[in-house]
């Protein structure tokens, strides 16, 4: 029995060390300054109270002093992990420059630096920040954009409001990049980059999508929120916007990303929807929706799929004035010519 016990505790040992010394290896990676050399030798050094913890961990004796210096040496990488902050003055990338500014007046919401690229490949675009004014009593529709850039189960989530004169205003938390940087979902894990979030014009933050990444975009209409609730979920961007203003903030993969905003202010509407693992695998979030009775319903889920992809639509329209209409042709839910 002793020796059952002092095996299973070796073990945990053993895991809990794995843990530790492998979230250490990867934190110095991504963020230790300096070179891809210097970033190597300091997690050499790093591996060297780790190789000594992990050999403790099943000796017979334990070599309590090795653990020590690990626990030690843990300490210190969490000292300087927590000196990490998130930072607005860095040479961002063009699509992600310019803050949203946004303040809400009675029914009037003023944005400031709402994004309307002209896109015709990655590098070659015209840049353009714009002031507009949406009246929040002429909010009419909720779509649920979704934008397939890794596989079936990774996507990035968008949010498309729709208003009375035919205008679409959408909202995307993104990465903040700089200049030259490109995602990384594991550095997300390690404040590898800061979050912004990104009201745009549709036909650019679509079409980027569709057209210069070919990534494969789904658009599907939210059913059930009265026009009271959209409002809400409009005041909830416009408040996280100017949260991000205030303080800047840390993306992260799996707890601050695209999809985990789009479930909490979900969630302020209505506050029984249930957790589930089609939050983190987020191309699975629009079937999550339908499950609770969030999209048309009476249409079977691979019909709303089917009819919602929209990046053949997409590619087409172009730069026409009528393109939030054009692409939401014979989409579920949403009836013919609601979008001028």
Same mark, same amino acid.
């Given at each position: ?35 891809? /050399?210097?970033?190597? /030798? ?22 309590? %002093? ?24 860095? @040479? ?5 420059? @310019?803050?949203? %500014? ?15 690229? %002209? ?18 009593? @002429? ?28 205008? &679409?205003? /959408? ?35 679509? @079409? ?5 990444? #070919? ?8 059913? #059930? ?14 408040? &996280? ?51 609770? #009775? ?10 709303? &799929? ?11 329209? #172009? ?22």
């Amino acid at each position: 029995m002793r020796r059952i016990l002092r095996g299973m505790g070796g073990l945990a040992l053993m895991l809990v060390c794995l843990a530790v010394g492998a979230w250490g290896c990867l934190a110095l990676w991504f963020q230790f300054p300096g070179s891809a /050399v210097a970033r190597l /030798v300091a997690i050499l050094v790093w591996c060297i109270p780790w190789v000594w913890a992990l050999r403790a961990s099943f000796a017979r004796r334990r070599r309590w %002093h090795s653990l020590a210096v690990f626990a030690a040496g843990f300490v210190l990488l969490l000292g300087w992990w927590a000196t990490i902050q998130p930072r607005q003055d860095r @040479q961002w990338a063009d699509d992600v420059a @310019q803050p949203l %500014h946004a303040r809400i007046e009675g029914d009037r919401l003023l944005l400031d630096n709402v994004r309307d690229f %002209h896109w015709r490949t990655q590098d070659d675009y015209d840049i353009r920040w714009e002031r507009r004014e949406y009246d929040l009593s @002429q909010v009419r529709s909720v779509d649920l954009i979704l934008s397939y850039w890794m596989g079936p189960a990774i996507a990035h989530t968008l949010v498309s409001f729709g208003f009375a004169d035919g205008r &679409q205003l /959408v909202f995307s938390l993104e990465i903040r990049k700089e200049r030259g940087e490109s995602f990384s979902a594991l550095g997300g894990f390690f404040r590898r980059f800061e979050a912004v979030l990104v009201a745009a014009d549709e036909r650019d933050i679509v @079409q980027v999508r569709t057209s210069v990444r #070919g990534e494969d975009v789904y658009l599907y209409r939210l059913h #059930g929120l009265d026009q009271d609730e959209m409002r809400e979920l409009l005041r909830y961007y416009v408040g &996280q916007a100017q949260a991000l203003e205030r303080a800047p903030a840390f993306y992260n993969t799996l707890t601050s990303n695209c999809t985990t905003i789009v479930y909490e202010l979900m969630h302020r509407i209505v506050p029984t929807l249930p957790l589930d693992y089609r939050l983190l695998l987020s191309g699975y979030l629009a079937e999550y929706a339908a499950d609770v #009775g969030g999209l048309t319903p009476g249409v079977a889920y691979a019909r709303l &799929q089917e009819r919602g992809r929209i990046t053949l639509r997409a590619r087409e329209a #172009g730069d026409t004035p009528d393109f939030s209409r054009r692409i939401r042709e014979g989409v579920p839910g949403i009836p013919e010519g609601e979008v001028p």
